[in-house]
Structure formats: structure tokens, C-alpha cells
Nanobody, 119 residues
Framework: QLQLVESGGGLVQPGGSLRLSCAAPGFTLDDYAIGWFRQAPGKEREGVSC????????VYADSVKGRFTISRDVAKNKVYLQMNNLKPEDTAVYYCAAALGYCVGFGIWGQGTQVTVSS
């Protein structure tokens, strides 16, 4: 079964930065759009960002625009989410997911990585 693996989460102070990684052991991400989602305790999962398979399109939630950047490293077969100026409300479990082509119909998921923003 295809699965993604997230890493890079942790505890950071407000205003700090983290870079999350999404890896795909056993398959190539080139043909997939990759999305980042997050779920905070007691809240529904929300979309954070997505990059299409061709890297032509990137989208961001309004709450993270200007602070988060999604990028793809084809050579390393990874997708990253650079998170700057983190706020306590960014605290959540972050998941990456894959969909063929465009940012809809995500069928392959990772198990998540915890991000905690606290002083």
C-alpha cells in the first residue's frame, strides 16, 4: 500500500520556523499533486497548501499566505512545507497527501507530524 512519510515537526516558539518534509518510499511523486493538511485538537482537518504535479499551480490557505511556502525536490523525491513566523494557532498535526495530477481527490496519506507553537 502506498504511503507518505512526514517529518520535521516539533516544538517551536512563536515567530520561529520549521520545515516539514513529505517523502514517498517506494514510488515517485512526480505525477502527483501534493497537499499539506493540518488538524488541531477539537477541530476539523483543513487544507494548508498544495502544489500540482507539474508545479505550475500552488495554493495556500489564507491563514498561512505569506508565511508558508510549498516546494518540490524532484531529485530527492520529497515535498517540503517551509513554515515561517509560526503562531500558536498553527499548532496541529500536519499531514501530507498525494493526488494524481491536480489538488483534488487525495488518496494517499501519511501518518502526520506534530507541530507545536508555544512559548
Amino acid at each position: 500500500q502506498l504511503q507518505l512519510v512526514e517529518s520535521g515537526g516539533g516544538l517551536v516558539q512563536p515567530g520561529g520556523s520549521l520545515r516539514l518534509s513529505c517523502a514517498a518510499p517506494g514510488f515517485t511523486l512526480d505525477d502527483y499533486a501534493i497537499g499539506w493538511f493540518r488538524q488541531a485538537p477539537g477541530k476539523e482537518r483543513e487544507g494548508v497548501s498544495c502544489v500540482s504535479s507539474s508545479d505550475e499551480n500552488t495554493v495556500y490557505a489564507d491563514s498561512v499566505k505569506g508565511r508558508f511556502t510549498i516546494s518540490r525536490d524532484v531529485a530527492k523525491n520529497k515535498v517540503y512545507l517551509q513554515m515561517n513566523n509560526l503562531k500558536p494557532e498553527d499548532t496541529a498535526v500536519y499531514y501530507c497527501a498525494a493526488a494524481l495530477g491536480y489538488c483534488v481527490g487525495f488518496g494517499i496519506w501519511g501518518q502526520g507530524t506534530q507541530v507545536t507553537v508555544s512559548s
